[in-house]
């Protein structure tokens, strides 16, 4: 079974891919953002080449985007909201302050049919083979949850919390740090001091939490890890928790494959003793040309705390006009019964650098 898995990743890995989904989280865009669908550019992934792989403002302005989603649910999109919803609405902001210095803001307007929040808002200061980084960040995961899903649902891992730890990955942060080396051809280490708080969760900050990453890149094939320590005081006794994340992503083609795996454990999340957890996702991902994609992913958490989830998702999408595309997906997910939600999905985008035929 295991030289047939390596096997399979060595044939993957053969192809030199022309971007990853580093791309995406250096210039704080989809991927979608820089390619129609497939892997032909448009005119942001095109700058964004043609500059190093870095994004600069157009002129003296700021790139400015703005991308939203209307979306069907079938069982609804939570309590006292309706089945059909502008469920959301995300603005992004990236501009330059000096040479080497850029800052990025990402608003989400409307979040789940309800007012938004903060997602980024953080300045960059690059160096040859570094970068300093300072404000709101969402954590380093190779598969990132808002850079990187196509379908409406959001990833299982991401949103896990344990018992009464508020604490997600997909949550972002007040940290600052930097990450030392090759970002896009080679390995690339993080290190970051981390506000010990979720906004809006109702639990006061405890202390600075610490988070390390470590990234390989190299010719179709990126891998991850990232282990977060902190401690929150849900109680009388303090939960101190860690989690780390393993990720794995191949492409070839018109074919990317997504593997992560985390686990963690917390001293008291509010049980009275000791809680493990954990959670996987498998995703693949085909473009079936230009305009148009498959994607289906098998994920699930659990933890000692009695908590077990699964589920399937499989989607199609296709943009069917410029800055526009349709997407419906189906999932099957298992918890204390088993249910199908359909979504049925239509995602918009604009900007003020020129795009293709694709949407965000």
Avoid at 17 to 40: F, I
Avoid at 117 to 123: C, E, G, H, P
Avoid at 154 to 172: G, W
């Amino acid at each position: 079974m295991i030289p047939a898995v390596l096997a399979v990743l060595l044939a993957l890995t053969t192809a030199v891919a022309a971007a990853s989904p580093r791309d995406a989280e250096l210039s704080g865009l989809s991927c979608d953002a820089c390619h129609t669908s497939g892997a032909a550019l448009n005119g942001i992934g095109s700058a964004w080449a043609a500059q190093s792989n870095r994004l600069e403002p157009i002129g003296d302005l700021p790139l400015i985007w703005v991308r939203g989603t209307v979306a069907y649910v079938s069982d609804g999109n939570g309590p006292g909201l309706p089945k059909a919803i502008l469920e959301y609405v995300e603005l992004n902001l990236n501009g330059k302050i000096a040479p080497n210095l850029t800052y990025v803001v990402q608003q989400h307007v409307v979040d789940g049919g309800t007012p938004g929040f903060n997602r980024d808002a953080f300045v960059q200061w690059r160096r040859p083979r570094s970068r300093y980084i300072a404000g709101a960040i969402g954590l380093p995961l190779l598969t990132d949850p808002e850079t990187y899903r196509p379908l409406d649902d959001d990833y299982l891992m991401d949103v896990q919390t344990v018992v009464n730890n508020p604490f997600a990955l997909i949550d972002s942060h007040p940290m600052a740090g930097l990450f030392s080396g090759d970002a896009l051809r080679g390995m690339e280490l993080g290190a970051f001091a981390v506000a010990g708080h979720e906004a809006g969760s109702g639990v006061a900050q405890t202390g600075t939490d610490s988070l390390f990453s470590a990234t390989q890149r190299m010719p179709g094939l990126e891998l991850s890890g990232l282990r977060y320590d902190g401690t929150r005081v849900l109680g009388s006794t303090p939960d101190r928790f860690w989690r780390a994340v393993y990720g794995l992503v191949t492409y070839r083609g018109p074919w990317r494959l997504d593997l992560s795996f985390a686990h963690g454990h917390d001293s008291d999340p509010g049980t009275g003793r000791a809680v493990t957890s954990s959670g996987g996702l498998v995703q693949v991902h085909l473009d079936l040309h230009a305009s148009t994609f498959l994607e289906a992913r098998y994920e699930g958490t659990s933890d000692t705390s009695g908590v077990f989830v699964r589920q399937g998702v499989v989607g199609i999408g296709r943009s069917v006009v410029p800055h526009v595309r349709l997407t419906v997906e189906d999932g099957i997910a298992r918890d204390t019964r088993t249910h199908n939600v359909l979504h049925f999905v239509t995602a918009f985008g604009a900007s003020n650098a020129p795009l293709g035929g694709a949407s965000y």
